[in-house]
């Protein structure tokens, strides 16, 4: 069996689509506040309503995120891999997490400390930026595979009306 050099920080930072836009002098800064985390399988991560410590990059592997509703039970609401964040809500200081966080498949996060991450959004206004247009741009798309989610759990009971002009408003 061989033994493999842990991977640099710096490395993984550059190869996650997460930050594809962000310069190479603040991914370093971004290295010197992160930390890696090899995690098992089954392992929780954060639970639903508690405060938000780490911001968490997914270097590899899968994470689960399920919301538990009462007479409901948990339901998965989006898996996490490569490239990703989960643990946004650490940048909005104390923060309730919104999900719980389960590892499906065993893998690699780079892990933020959620006050570290804030002070150098705050003291850095160019990765403040950065970073703020990376997680504004993945919770988009999040927004959206709920909505589609949502869709396919409720089902088309009956056609909503479109919109229509009026020919009034498009004759004149």
Same mark, same amino acid.
């Given at each position: 069996? &061989?033994?493999?050099?842990?991977?640099? *920080?710096?490395?993984?930072?550059?190869?996650?689509?997460?930050? $594809?836009?962000?310069?190479?002098?603040?991914?370093?800064?971004?290295?010197?506040?992160?930390?890696?985390?090899?995690?098992?399988?089954?392992? +929780?991560?954060? $639970?639903?309503?508690?405060? /938000?410590?780490?911001?968490?990059?997914?270097?590899?592997?899968?994470?689960?995120?399920?919301?538990?509703?009462?007479?409901? @039970?948990?339901?998965?609401?989006? &898996? +996490?891999?490569? @490239?990703?964040?989960? @643990?946004?809500?650490?940048?909005?200081?104390?923060?309730?997490?919104?999900?719980?966080?389960?590892?499906?498949?065993? @893998?690699?996060? +780079?892990?933020?400390?959620?006050?570290?991450?804030?002070?150098? /959004?705050? /003291?850095?206004?160019?990765?403040?930026?950065? *970073?703020?247009?990376?997680?504004? $741009?993945?919770?988009?798309?999040?927004?959206?595979?709920?909505?589609?989610?949502?869709?396919?759990?409720?089902?088309?009971?009956?056609?909503?009306?479109?919109?229509?002009?009026?020919?009034?408003?498009? &004759?004149?």
């Amino acid at each position: 069996m &061989t033994d493999h050099p842990p991977p640099d *920080i710096t490395d993984l930072l550059r190869d996650a689509r997460f930050l $594809q836009d962000i310069s190479a002098d603040d991914l370093d800064k971004l290295a010197a506040i992160a930390r890696i985390e090899q995690v098992d399988a089954a392992t +929780v991560l954060f $639970q639903e309503g508690s405060r /938000c410590e780490r911001l968490y990059l997914v270097a590899s592997g899968l994470i689960g995120l399920d919301m538990c509703m009462p007479r409901r @039970g948990c339901v998965r609401i989006l &898996t +996490v891999g490569e @490239g990703e964040f989960l @643990g946004w809500s650490a940048l909005l200081g104390n923060a309730a997490m919104t999900a719980r966080a389960t590892v499906l498949e065993s @893998g690699t996060l +780079v892990a933020f400390s959620a006050d570290a991450l804030r002070e150098l /959004c705050d /003291c850095d206004h160019d990765v403040g930026y950065a *970073i703020m247009r990376q997680i504004s $741009q993945a919770l988009s798309q999040r927004l959206l595979a709920t909505r589609l989610q949502m869709l396919d759990v409720f089902g088309q009971t009956s056609s909503a009306p479109t919109a229509h002009h009026s020919q009034a408003a498009t &004759t004149s």
